[in-house]
């Protein structure tokens, strides 16, 4: 059990696990190229990975998960803090005494005759004053080679975390993969998380939506700073002006295609570059600056709609040094998903059956992933791993809504702005185990990461950009269809326009015109020659209806009553006045 600490503390929790496991094995991982070829070889000679053909897709490989664990599952995730008031009304809570019974008992002998690996890992840059060191245990080598990639791993974290007892501790267990024994508990007090009975990634990656949401968010709230479910977009103008924004969206609304975005061709001069695709860990800095750093080290995006057309800089970043899971594969052993092109004549599915475009199934499940390091990525910033975080100009909250919402407005202030995050909505996809196409209420995207109570959120929120330089917020909508279901708005690269007008905004140079919700651009300042977009089209994609508008300010009222007395005064007001400025646009 080889090992480079001296943190006693470590190692007595270490000794604990395996006590209550029982590994056949105990590997301390160091996170170097040998251990994970040793690692991909081990699972390609089992088996358990299958390698894709050199020629297109160089180092990478298809893993296909078990059939009952291909989702983020929120009924099985739970927060466990003493008081079930801290947790909220949108979190699964569990006391620390009862998963001490419930779940504890689940991880007895869970290793046997398997290996434990010890994950030592740094979350966000390593020399940064930001990050935080956590310790994975695992018996998946599949969860090992996802985090080689996910996270900094190896021994600069142990060395990072010295003798202290400032980590997050993790350990996960595939157990029987039984769906009614699957569990996903924070403890949000001790920082601390258990994973049983599932593989993958959103379940079992515990450096991910685990540790860098929902800990860290109540790690941010006792600190004076933010986790949050954000991209991170580097905007340089044709002026050399650098600018970055960040956006909330929820899984698989297009973050990642936001965050590689490659304007049209008839928008000269730009340069957009990648920080992050899915969180932001966001902090003011000594100037009153908002800053974000993003922890993460890779990307674990999903792959159906992902195509040349919609993010040609991520099939570009795919081709190589990738973990695909859950994908179709093609009779040349190259990966394929619905949406990347036109299908084969016949494909192995992704629970590894015969199929064809036939067949009333898809090849690759809807929540197929891929797992790539950033530093494949064809647009990333230079500043990419900036110990201090990038300074950030704009904050944008959108979702999914068919109707209803515009394609961009801005926020009257601050405070308006956390209004429009907190009461964001949308319709939900195949990224969580809850029915697709569900209309629900996603404060700032962060519904199933947020580890406390939701109310006391919106009030940290409120009290972050009080005393500070809080830049403008925005609210997009690439969503909005026709009455047949179409979406009346290009999108993918031609996102820009939209990015454009807020960067503009931000200097000072577009102008906007206000109503009931908030600020919209002209027309002209989106919808230029070369888009082509119809005139009536472009008046529906900019259109607010007050009465719609009202309709949905009572659905507010009732989500607003689920949060209970913890709702901040100021929200409450911020929905006044949305109201009376709808009632006096009808009269």
Not at 78 to 83: D, K, Q, Y
Not at 182 to 210: D, P, Q, V
Not at 425 to 443: F, H, N, Q
Request: glycine letters at 8%; hydrophobic letters at 35%; aromatic letters at 10%.
């Amino acid at each position: 059990m080889f090992h480079s600490t001296t943190n006693k503390n470590l190692i007595h929790w270490i000794e604990e696990c395996a006590t209550l496991c029982v590994p056949q094995n105990i590997v301390w991982c160091d996170g170097s190229e040998e251990e994970q070829n040793v690692l991909i070889k081990s699972m390609t000679d089992q088996g358990e990975l299958i390698s894709l053909n050199p020629d297109h897709f160089p180092s990478s490989y298809l893993y296909r998960s078990h059939p009952n664990d291909v989702a983020r599952d929120e009924s099985k995730t739970f927060i466990c803090c003493e008081h079930k008031s801290d947790s909220g009304p949108t979190n699964n809570w569990m006391s620390p005494q009862q998963a001490e019974q419930s779940i504890k008992p689940l991880f007895q002998n869970c290793m046997k005759q398997r290996t434990m690996y010890i994950i030592p890992y740094v979350m966000g840059p390593i020399d940064s004053p930001f990050s935080k060191v956590g310790i994975q245990i695992t018996d998946s080598p599949y969860i090992v080679i996802n985090m080689n990639i996910m996270a900094r791993v190896g021994n600069d974290a142990l060395k990072k975390l010295g003798n202290s007892h400032d980590y997050v501790k993790g350990m996960h267990g595939l157990g029987t993969l039984d769906p009614n024994q699957r569990f996903i508990a924070h403890f949000t007090e001790s920082n601390t998380i258990w994973s049983i009975n599932s593989g993958y990634g959103g379940n079992a990656l515990l450096s991910k939506k685990c540790f860098a949401l929902r800990l860290a968010s109540v790690m941010g709230k006792n600190e004076g700073w933010l986790a949050e479910h954000m991209l991170i977009l580097g905007i340089r103008t044709p002026e050399n002006k650098q600018h970055y924004v960040v956006a909330a969206l929820p899984s698989s609304c297009g973050k990642t295609n936001l965050a590689m975005l490659q304007p049209p061709y008839s928008i000269k001069g730009y340069e957009i570059t990648t920080v992050g695709d899915d969180i932001a860990w966001l902090r003011f800095d000594d100037q009153g600056v908002l800053r974000a750093i993003n922890p993460e080290a890779g990307f674990f995006g999903v792959a159906p709609g992902t195509n040349t057309t919609t993010n040609p800089n991520a099939m570009n970043m795919i081709h190589r040094n990738t973990i695909f899971t859950n994908v179709g594969l093609t009779d040349n052993r190259c990966p394929w998903w619905e949406g990347m092109s036109e299908p084969p004549e016949t494909a192995i599915d992704w629970q590894g059956t015969t199929w064809t475009p036939n067949n009333n199934t898809c090849a690759a499940h809807p929540n197929s992933r891929y797992t790539t390091p950033l530093t494949e990525c064809p647009t990333l910033a230079t500043t990419w791993d900036d110990p201090q975080g990038v300074p950030i100009s704009a904050i944008i909250f959108g979702g999914r809504r068919a109707k209803l919402t515009p394609l961009i407005y801005q926020a009257y202030s601050w405070n308006h702005g956390v209004f429009i995050g907190a009461t964001m909505a949308s319709e939900t996809t195949a990224a969580a185990t809850t029915p697709v196409g569900t209309i629900r209420r996603d404060p700032m995207a962060m519904r199933p990461f947020c580890g406390y109570h939701i109310g006391d959120y919106f009030n940290h929120w409120l009290d972050f950009g009080k005393n500070n330089q809080s830049p403008p917020v925005f609210a997009v909508n690439w969503f909005r269809t026709n009455d047949n279901g179409q979406f009346l708005w290009p999108g993918f690269g031609e996102n820009f326009r939209v990015l454009q007008w807020i960067i503009e905004r931000c200097e000072g140079i577009a102008e906007a015109q206000e109503t009931p919700i908030g600020m919209i651009p002209y027309a002209s300042d989106i919808f230029a020659e070369d888009l082509n977009v119809p005139h009536s089209i472009q008046q529906e994609l900019l259109s607010v209806t007050p009465t719609h508008w009202l309709n949905e300010c009572e659905d507010i009222d009732i989500f607003f009553q689920t949060v209970g007395s913890s709702l901040p005064s100021a929200l409450i007001q911020e929905h006044q006045s949305l109201k009376g400025r709808l009632k006096n646009a009808l009269l």
